[in-house]
Nanobody, 116 residues
Framework: VQLVESGGGLVQPGDSLNLSCSASGFPFSSYTMMWDRQVPGGKRELIAHIGGGSNTGRIVYADAVKGRFTASRDNAKNMVFLQMNGLKIEDTAVYYC????????WGQGTQVTVSS
């Protein structure tokens, strides 16, 4: 299993970013994918859950990002995306995509910094 995130960067409050995660090593369309984030010294938190297999099309968001972030997947490209609009300073974190296949797998993460 390999997950590679990209698209992070330094932006100002109110700006947008689109994160990508490329997946390989497993039957991508069959598995639910997740986006997590972690602030320094904090716990990794789930922010979006993108259904796979029989749950394809079901997307659930954490309250902190609902209405601002949009998660999606492209099963033909084995990729998941996280469109982040209206970024706030508190969205600053390392963002990870994750899949659970007998255990959790994460990529290396991509840093998002929101600062004025």
């Amino acid at each position: 299993v390999q997950l590679v995130e990209s698209g992070g960067g330094l932006v100002q409050p109110g700006d947008s970013l689109n994160l990508s995660c490329s997946a390989s090593g497993f039957p991508f369309s069959s598995y639910t994918m997740m986006w997590d984030r972690q602030v320094p010294g904090g716990k990794r938190e789930l922010i979006a859950h993108i259904g796979g297999g029989s749950n394809t099309g079901r997307i659930v968001y954490a309250d902190a990002v609902k209405g601002r972030f949009t998660a999606s997947r492209d099963n033909a490209k084995n990729m998941v995306f996280l469109q982040m609009n209206g970024l706030k300073i508190e969205d600053t974190a390392v963002y990870y995509c994750r899949v659970y296949i007998q255990r959790d797998y994460w990529g290396q993460g991509t840093q998002v910094t929101v600062s004025s």
